[in-house]
């Protein structure tokens, strides 16, 4: 398994069919190489660029180095990556929350989850104009977006993985007399996690393009309001800079995910592989 594929790795019982699958140093090396040539390519292909909207990557990476450790680059930065990591964290709790109680509650269910279909149908983005409207440019209207668009992912997945818990383990739960919490936080919440983590997965991508847009309507720090400002501005090397470091932290912040997912569910995909190569 590479940093952000969803592939799961091999265990030993897969080593030992080793001719029915990829090797995994080809997966990592299709990670790797894949954006090297892509990065080369764009290199030689805009190393005589003289349009004005597509200027040379070099030109691109020295203005990177150079804005890198400056005062107000290094706030953009951490405004974003401080309000993605909040939200999503507040989004993740909440959802967990809420999913599992209209997961395990079916008269609760039945009064809130049309309202919860009604609202998680309206794109995130279309929220973030009425939240400035309510309550401002402030740093707590993009919090507040950005959790409310990532919240229903990690809901509805919770809700579902619950429910389709297997029903013998709440069998055996009882046949071993565990009370309430104990089966709610070591048997249900444990089988469904697969599902609840590639809820998170969603909501972490939805939080990524939910910040950006919320920082590009009327907010004057984050990188995405320094990208437009300076496509505004038309410094358009500024932009690709600024264009180029959200792709990295949203590499990044998939890959660090993708990396939780697998230490979390490491039994999961085990047992995935082990049934697969039965």
Same mark, same amino acid.
């Given at each position: 398994?590479?940093?952000?594929?969803?592939?799961?790795?091999?265990?030993?019982?897969?080593?030992?069919?080793?001719?029915?699958?990829?090797?995994?140093?080809?997966?990592?090396?299709?990670?790797?190489?894949?954006?090297?040539?892509?990065?080369?390519?764009?290199?030689?292909?805009?190393?005589?660029?003289?349009?004005?909207? !597509? @200027?040379? %990557?070099? *030109?691109?990476?020295?203005?990177?180095?150079?804005?890198? &450790? /400056?005062?107000?680059?290094?706030?953009? +930065?951490?405004?974003?990556?401080?309000?993605?990591?909040?939200?999503?964290?507040?989004?993740?709790?909440?959802?967990?929350?809420?999913?599992?109680?209209?997961?395990?509650?079916?008269?609760?269910?039945?009064?809130?989850?049309?309202?919860?279909?009604?609202?998680?149908?309206?794109?995130?983005?279309?929220?973030?104009?009425?939240?400035?409207?309510?309550?401002?440019?402030?740093?707590?209207?993009?919090?507040?977006?950005?959790?409310?668009?990532?919240? !229903? @992912?990690? %809901?509805? *997945?919770?809700?579902?993985?619950?429910?389709?818990?297997? &029903? /013998?383990?709440?069998?055996?739960?009882? +046949?071993?007399?565990?009370?309430?919490?104990?089966?709610?936080?070591?048997?249900?919440?444990?089988?469904?996690?697969?599902?609840?983590?590639?809820?998170?997965?969603?909501?972490?991508?939805?939080?990524?393009?939910?910040?950006?847009?919320?920082?590009?309507?009327?907010?004057?720090?984050?990188?995405?309001?320094?990208?437009?400002?300076?496509?505004?501005?038309?410094?358009?090397?500024?932009?690709?800079?600024?264009?180029?470091?959200?792709?990295?932290?949203?590499?990044?912040?998939?890959?660090?995910?993708?990396?939780?997912?697998?230490?979390?569910?490491?039994?999961?995909?085990?047992?995935?592989?082990?049934?697969?190569?039965?």
């Amino acid at each position: 398994m590479t940093l952000t594929s969803s592939i799961p790795s091999r265990t030993a019982v897969a080593r030992r069919h080793a001719g029915r699958a990829t090797p995994r140093w080809v997966l990592v090396a299709a990670e790797i190489v894949v954006p090297v040539l892509l990065v080369a390519w764009w290199w030689v292909a805009s190393a005589d660029s003289t349009n004005p909207f !597509f @200027p040379p %990557l070099q *030109s691109i990476l020295a203005r990177l180095v150079e804005l890198a &450790p /400056t005062p107000a680059f290094l706030r953009d +930065v951490g405004s974003s990556v401080g309000n993605l990591v909040l939200s999503f964290v507040l989004a993740c709790v909440i959802g967990v929350v809420l999913g599992a109680a209209l997961g395990l509650v079916r008269g609760l269910a039945w009064f809130v989850e049309p309202t919860v279909h009604f609202f998680r149908a309206i794109p995130p983005v279309a929220l973030v104009p009425i939240f400035v409207s309510l309550i401002g440019f402030g740093n707590e209207t993009r919090i507040l977006s950005i959790t409310i668009a990532a919240v !229903f @992912p990690v %809901l509805i *997945s919770t809700m579902d993985g619950i429910r389709a818990t297997e &029903p /013998t383990l709440g069998m055996v739960s009882r +046949v071993y007399r565990l009370g309430r919490a104990d089966r709610l936080f070591s048997v249900t919440l444990p089988a469904a996690s697969p599902r609840i983590l590639s809820g998170m997965q969603v909501s972490l991508m939805t939080a990524f393009v939910v910040m950006i847009a919320s920082e590009m309507l009327g907010s004057s720090t984050g990188l995405g309001a320094a990208t437009l400002l300076a496509q505004q501005s038309f410094a358009i090397t500024d932009m690709w800079v600024g264009i180029i470091v959200l792709g990295i932290l949203g590499y990044v912040s998939t890959a660090l995910f993708t990396l939780f997912r697998r230490r979390v569910l490491r039994w999961y995909i085990a047992s995935q592989q082990q049934e697969k190569n039965s």
